[in-house]
């Protein structure tokens, strides 16, 4: 089995910072792509962030130029740095990965991490 797991969630004040991970863990052969979804209260699950083997990375308008998405390999790693918070960013994120496994290809989700940005 492959699990992510997510961590670096909180409560911080609009203009803050968070530094979210994601690390995939399990039997598997090679990460093709790792993102980031949030879903708000209310509101469908979107996506924010996502990185393909190849190095490149998408990013939806309402973060551009405030979250920063990154990988480490050799950790199995995806990290999602987010400066200047916004109250509306508020919401669970999740990590989500599109990994090929012994069974072939999978998509694997983790547990979801809370980010509240209030003052």
């Known amino acids: 089995q492959v699990h992510l797991v997510e961590s670096g969630g909180g409560l911080v004040q609009p203009g803050g910072s968070l530094r979210l991970s994601c690390v995939a863990s399990?039997?598997?052969?090679?990460?093709?792509?790792m993102g980031w979804y949030r879903q708000a209260p209310g509101k469908e699950r979107e996506l924010i962030a996502r990185?393909?083997?190849?190095?490149?990375?998408i990013y939806t308008d309402s973060v551009k130029g405030r979250f920063t998405i990154s990988r480490d390999n050799a950790q199995n790693t995806e990290y999602l740095q987010m400066n200047s918070l916004k109250p509306e960013d508020t919401a669970v994120y999740y990590c989500?990965?599109?990994?090929?496994?012994?069974?072939?290809?999978?998509?694997?989700w983790g547990q979801g991490t809370l980010v509240t940005v209030s003052s």
């Open positions: 989500n990965a599109d990994l090929v496994a012994y069974t072939g290809r999978i998509e694997v």
């Open positions: 399990g039997s598997f052969f090679r990460i093709n792509a």
């Open positions: 990185t393909a083997s190849g190095g490149t990375t």
